[in-house]
């Protein structure tokens, strides 16, 4: 990678312990849920202890006119503890330009560079997938890495078979109301075909990595109990990975081996209103790519 991306990375390596956050930004609110909760378990730990929390906003300093965002954001890979949000949006495809690692390995449903006319059958590399490749594919000696993701969705809808994308209700189209500005429906035809476009690239994505994957995720929230129920909803998984990380931080001091130990596959965690399919998930082999 470029001398900027490593740099940051490090210069994040060497504060503390990372819990590297990635996410679209319909999902910004969710990822200051997760800053909160950290926050919170911060207050609850010696100074030596204590985990930095990286979320792309932290990402202000200025790039060349031929650099990208990305760029400017340390590799997910590098951090001890990955969570991705996902919600209505998969992100805006990378440019041609940004220099994507030759250690990492894309899936054949992720072509990149993205063409301009797109891809019926494969998903863009996006800053958000991009972010959650690397946490996955970190080194094998690194196999201890946790990279939770979480869902806003119903989980039954999420894995029924057959629906199409319209019909699972991502995000319980929380963004979607947001851009209706109190009308029936989106008005602007270029914001309705933006929506529609990102709704159709994020199924394709969860039927490849999470349906067919078998990659493992936790859908969070409620149609009925709207936008503030699914952060309450997050609030308490959040929670319990928080009270995880305290209790195994008892078992001894130092790196990410020790203060947070791999999750079973089909451990679950107690998360209102929302359904596990398996809580967390290490970079461990069986979750190659």
Not at 77 to 85: E, H, K, S, W, Y
Not at 186 to 208: G, V
Not at 270 to 289: D, H, I, L, P, Q
């Amino acid at each position: 990678m470029t001398g900027i991306m490593t740099r940051i990375a490090e210069e994040w390596q060497l504060k503390r312990r990372t819990v590297f956050v990635s996410c679209s930004s319909d999902m910004e609110p969710e990822a200051k849920v997760v800053r909160t909760v950290l926050e919170e378990l911060n207050r609850s730990l010696p100074d030596n202890d204590r985990w930095a929390l990286y979320h792309w906003t932290e990402a202000d300093e200025t790039w060349s006119a031929t650099g990208t965002w990305q760029q400017n954001i340390p590799r997910a890979r590098d951090a001890g503890l990955v969570i991705c949000l996902f919600g209505e949006r998969l992100g805006i495809p990378l440019p041609d330009y940004f220099p994507c690692p030759h250690d990492l390995q894309l899936p054949p449903w992720v072509k990149f560079p993205w063409p301009d006319g797109g891809d019926s059958q494969a998903v863009p590399l996006t800053g958000t997938l991009f972010e959650l490749l690397d946490a996955v594919q970190s080194p094998a000696e690194e196999t201890q890495k946790q990279v939770l993701c979480y869902i806003k969705a119903d989980d039954q809808l999420f894995s029924r078979v057959g629906l199409l994308p319209e019909q699972r209700a991502y995000g319980f189209e929380h963004r979607y109301s947001t851009l209706m500005h109190g009308q029936a429906r989106i008005r602007d035809r270029s914001q309705s075909s933006e929506y529609d476009n990102q709704i159709n690239l994020l199924d394709r994505f969860y039927e490849a990595f999470f349906r067919r994957g078998k990659h493992p995720y936790t859908c969070f929230g409620s149609g009925t109990e709207g936008r503030d129920g699914a952060q309450r909803a997050l609030r308490a998984c959040s929670r319990t990975c928080a009270r995880s990380l305290v209790s195994r931080n008892t078992q001894g001091s130092g790196g990410i081996s020790r203060a947070w130990l791999p999750i079973n596959r089909k451990t679950t965690i107690s998360c209102s209103a929302g359904t596990n399919r398996g809580s967390a998930f290490s970079t461990a082999s069986e979750n190659s790519m």
